[in-house]
Structures are given as C-alpha cells and as structure tokens.
C-alpha cells in the first residue's frame, strides 16, 4: 500500500501521490523549493520489507550500448561503481536504520548484462519494463530473484521513461519500485540540465544511482519501509547534494542519528 506524497510534492502537479514517494526529481538552482529545511525531516519505519545484503544485478538494455568504445568503456565503470561501492562506507551508514531480524550489511554486484532484445526507441512505459523484467526472470536472462536482489535497469541515451503521468527529464531522473517481490530501479540516461546538475555524465548516474540505491534498500516497497510523509524517503531529502566515496560521487543521504544529511 502506497503512503501519501510528500506534502512539498503535492504543490507539484505533476507528480501522483504513487510516483513522488521513489523517484530522484528533477535538479533545480533552488532545491529548497522541492525539500523543506533538512532540520524538520525524520524517517519512521512502516513495518515493510528492507533489503538487507543488496545483490544488484545490472542491466543495460538497449542497442546503444555496445555501439561505441565510450559506452562500452561507462558500462565497465558503472559495474565497478558497484563492486565498489557496495562494499564501503555508504552502506555503512545505512546500518542505523535496521530493525528486529533485518540488518543492513554490505552487499554485492552478482552479475550485469547488455539486453538488445525488443530494446524500446523513443520511450518506454514503467509496465513494459516490468513485463519484460518478469521475461528476463523467467529466461534466466538476469539472475533469479530473492528477498535481496535488486535490478538496475540503464536505459539508453534518448529514451525517455515513462512512469503514469511523468517523465524523465520533465519531471524526474530515475525511479526504483517493486513488481511484488521483485525490487527494481529505472535509471534513464541523463541528457538534460536537470538530470547532469552541472554534473559530468558518469558523475550524475553514479549520483542518481546511489539515490536509487539507499532507498531501494531502506524502503523496497516504497512507503511501506522508512519514509517521512513530509519530506519522502531518505534520498529525497538531501537530493543534490553530494560528496566523493570511493572515488565516486555519491548523494548525501538523510541520517535519523545525526538529523542532518551525511
């Protein structure tokens, strides 16, 4: 069941109260215009699900891909974003927000795969990538999924998302959800201003992605695990701000210990 937007998100039209609660918006030169001061935000847990030792398996699926010595050359530094990532310090400080038998730990990248098949040009809908997801699954295209696994699905550059009455780089830069048990993130290529944030491009994807990622595992099903109703999950209150990990760019993220963005 779905938790009532963000009452700073209910300004913005554009969004319905099931699209707000997981997406990374859109960069603006006035975030606060999105996010109200950081000092008021707390999560609480709704008794969901969370996503303890995050198995991220990625998928880049498009033609593109594999086109060029330059994409081939970001698929290969996005898989090792992960392989290292998962394994540091930004999962540590996600340990405060475990519960009773779920505890947050370091997690892994089991596998990556470049999907071309039924590639979508133009766009695509938030229920075609579900029922393809469910098809990949199913062929063992991507790794069967249990209670940990999360698949980050890249889109190529110049396909636009589409999620009810949103749109990428209209309204927002990427998403994660579930399909049931399944836990997914949609991650569009950045082509707008409001996606790169003054950003380079790999610096804006591992930016968006490390978003994605901290909600995906303190809030899989979203609003049934660690949200705040007036300022959304724990990424959306410190959206666009950042700092380096690892090497990488990495957003800040929203601490319930230290009521601050860390």
């Excluded at 699209?19 to 606060?32: A, D, G, N």
């Excluded at 847990?45 to 060029?68: C, H, M, Q």
């Excluded at 997690?107 to 695509?124: E, F, K, M, N, R």
Aim: glycine share 8%; aromatic share 10%; hydrophobic share 35%.
């Amino acid at each position: 069941m779905r938790r009532k937007p963000a009452k700073a998100a209910t300004k913005n039209k554009k969004f319905t109260p099931d699209e707000y609660v997981r997406v990374v918006p859109l960069h603006y030169p006035k975030p606060e215009l999105l996010h109200p001061a950081a000092a008021s935000a707390e999560l609480t847990y709704r008794n969901g699900p969370l996503i303890t030792t995050a198995e991220v398996f990625t998928v880049f699926w498009g033609k593109l891909w594999e086109s060029t010595p330059s994409s081939t050359d970001l698929m290969q530094r996005l898989t090792q974003f992960f392989t290292d990532i998962l394994i540091g310090p930004m999962i540590d400080q996600l340990a405060e927000y475990e519960v009773q038998s779920q505890s947050i730990g370091h997690s892994s990248l089991i596998g990556t795969t470049v999907i071309s098949a039924d590639a979508p040009t133009g766009s695509v809908t938030d229920s075609v990538i579900q029922a393809e997801l469910e098809k990949w699954i199913a062929a063992s295209t991507v790794s069967k999924n249990d209670q940990n696994t999360l698949y980050f699905i890249y889109l190529d550059p110049g396909v636009v998302s589409i999620m009810g009455g949103s749109r990428s780089c209209q309204n927002y830069c990427g998403y994660h959800d579930n399909l049931e048990e399944v836990y997914y993130a949609v991650m569009p290529y950045p082509t707008c201003s409001g996606c790169l944030g003054g950003l380079q491009t790999f610096d804006a994807i591992t930016g968006t992605s490390s978003h994605e990622l901290c909600e995906a595992i303190t809030d899989p099903v979203p609003g049934s695990g660690w949200y705040d109703d007036n300022n959304g999950e724990i990424g959306d209150i410190s959206a666009w701000n950042f700092k380096t990990v690892a090497g990488y760019t990495v957003q800040l993220e929203w601490s319930n210990q230290q009521g601050n963005c860390v």
